[in-house]
């Protein structure tokens, strides 16, 4: 009796717990039960084509509550001419796709592989299918002066590649000037009216993480990782007054990277074309902004503000040091042998 | 016996841990499924029929505005930008990295050398309706201290009593145009009529003489600087009662049969009707959607739980805005102190209702 009593006791005990947990674990999952039917009534509202309902256009796309208190603090989210600045957190993806995907927009995308730089074009356009603007429609233009060397990449739907080739060149500073002249006749010349955005990358680089929508705007620039803990008389701006990229010890926002602009089509072609004439009148002054055509590119956008800026995890080097800001490393700069690649 | 008493012990120890495990996971159930998903959250979402659009903006069109270009001067001073925050305790962009405005975001020197070349004016609409004219006077004087200071403003007041609006000295550029409107006693009814006049006196009145219109409530007036950092082309308020509860607490209109439907779980900020504004066509569209949806629920029979409030909040929930204000820019003077609110820009003054009611 004495032996069989905490036997009996402890099952009773058991057998309690177990209906406890259902009861619990049952009130737990009924939030996801009753969301699943609601779904299952809503899609189907949805769907059907329905003309007179008094909520015919309500859109069912379920996201986390955005928040006033912030999620991360360590870092700046909109620039004090309150340009929002994309940084892991700091956007809703799924919502962000919600409302760019029905626009049915193109995304064009210019690289430069000239000479050696070719070779980058394989990793380049194989992890941009993974991680790159994924789900849209994608115009590779991949400026070459050797259209042969280009890799045959399998592209998703929607996407492809066209190859625009150019004159070759021994010095990269050429290639890297001529580039925006490059870009500006593009846009005026092909791409008007058969894309929505533009994006210019370079393409020593890799994708690595999501680098999608958030990234849109009217005219995007980036934040160089090297400078953007400096103060800005450390900027690597032109700091020469004859040169047309002048920048004054004392102005400056941020210093932004060359390899990763974009944005609107005539918002990109006003800053190329700007650039472009800058720079050739440069040359006709004999002198070479300090670092070509990005030197221009920062003079541009410090008087010209951009509407958006990417965080440096939109673009950084695969050589650089680890920074606690950047969680997620988007697109890099390979690690690049020098004696390979150069000259051109 | 030792050996039962301690599996009696045991067991209850068990089950009390095992209750407060489930208690826990049930509490806390929605931050530990939010914990698990990376970055972008999402519970469900509907990906078996296509959403229906929502609308983001007007910029893909290729109309050059004049509004368009940030163009800064050359040879302004002011702080450098950082990436590291001065302010952490709020949040500074939506998710759908729109910016939202508070004390400390934003470079008001650096902002008005943009925007002062533009030549801008922005229209600015208050209805005086009946008793509600006893507010211009406050309302008039304190925007010239305050509000857009420096720009061309043409405020247009909507009144049923022209000869009983105050004449305030006003600043050059900026004058009081007089809308004689039809009184009414109910003052819903003068506030569900405010979104037509609005898109009425845009596509008639203003088209062409304003850049950017903003829609204020007379009954506040301007305690500090209200400037053109609240300029955008879609602007919309976050309403000070509600910025700090979940969003199946807003007071959105919950009946599905309003055109102004919000169902629970779906909300990104409760919107104040007392300041809104935006480019001319953005804000035009979306007074001409909430009226248009005011008459449908009418013609069926149905009133908003908060009029025209709670159609805007419906727009603004598939119409984002491109620009938020902090409720630094919709306040009550009747409200607490929050420590987020290190400035209170506009505020509802406190109300006797018992001289202002009926109209």
Redesign the interface.
Same mark, same amino acid.
Request: net charge negative; proline share 7%; with cysteine.
């Given at each position: 009796m004495?032996g069989q009593?905490?036997n009996k006791?402890?099952y009773n005990?058991?057998l #309690? @717990?177990v209906l406890?947990?259902l009861v619990? *674990?049952a009130?737990?999952f009924s939030?996801h039960l009753s969301?699943?039917f609601e779904?299952e009534a809503?899609?189907k509202a949805?769907?059907s084509p329905n003309t007179n309902s #008094? @909520?015919?256009?309500?859109?069912?796309?379920? *996201?986390?509550?955005?928040?006033?208190?912030?999620?991360r603090?360590?870092?700046?989210?909109?620039?004090?001419?309150?340009?929002?600045?994309?940084w892991?957190?700091?956007?809703?993806?799924?919502?962000?796709d919600?409302?760019?995907?029905?626009?049915n927009i193109t995304i064009a995308t210019t690289v430069f592989a000239l000479g050696k730089y070719v070779r980058f074009l394989k990793d380049f356009l194989g992890t941009a299918e993974i991680h790159y603007m994924v789900g849209y429609k994608v115009d590779f233009y991949i400026f070459t002066d050797s259209p042969g060397d280009v890799p045959n990449v399998t592209l998703a739907e929607g996407r492809r590649v066209k190859v625009m080739k150019v004159p070759s060149s021994n010095r990269w500073q050429d290639i890297s000037a001529r580039r925006m002249e490059m870009i500006q006749l593009l846009i005026e010349n092909t791409i008007r009216g058969q894309a929505?955005y533009i994006f210019c990358l370079d393409v020593d680089s890799k994708f690595y993480a999501h680098f999608g929508v958030?990234a849109l705007g009217?005219l995007v620039a980036t934040?160089h990782p090297n400078y953007?803990?400096l103060?800005?008389d450390q900027y690597t701006y032109e700091r020469r007054p004859e040169s047309r990229a002048y920048i004054?010890l004392?102005?400056?926002?941020?210093y932004y990277g060359g390899a990763v602009f974009g944005g609107?089509l005539?918002?990109v072609r006003a800053m190329t074309k700007t650039c472009s004439q800058n720079f050739e009148a440069d040359t006709a002054n004999g002198i070479e902004a300090a670092w070509q055509e990005e030197s221009h590119l920062n003079r541009y956008f410090?008087?010209?503000?951009p509407?958006?800026l990417l965080?440096p995890e939109y673009l950084w080097m695969d050589v650089a040091g680890w920074n606690k800001?950047i969680k997620l490393v988007r697109f890099s700069g390979v690690e690049k042998n020098y004696a390979e690649i150069r000259p051109n």
């Open positions: 004495r009593l905490p006791w402890f005990l058991w #309690s @717990v406890i947990l619990m *674990y009130c737990f939030e969301r699943m779904k809503d899609t949805a769907c #008094s @909520v015919d256009d309500k859109a069912r796309l379920l *996201y986390e509550q955005p928040k006033i208190i912030p999620h603090t360590d870092v700046v989210f909109a620039s004090p001419w309150l340009a929002p600045i994309v892991q957190s700091s956007f809703n993806s799924i919502l962000l919600g409302i760019y995907k029905p626009m929505d958030e009217r934040i953007w803990f103060g800005r004054p004392g102005e400056g926002d941020f609107l005539e918002d410090l008087y010209n503000k509407s958006k965080s800001e």
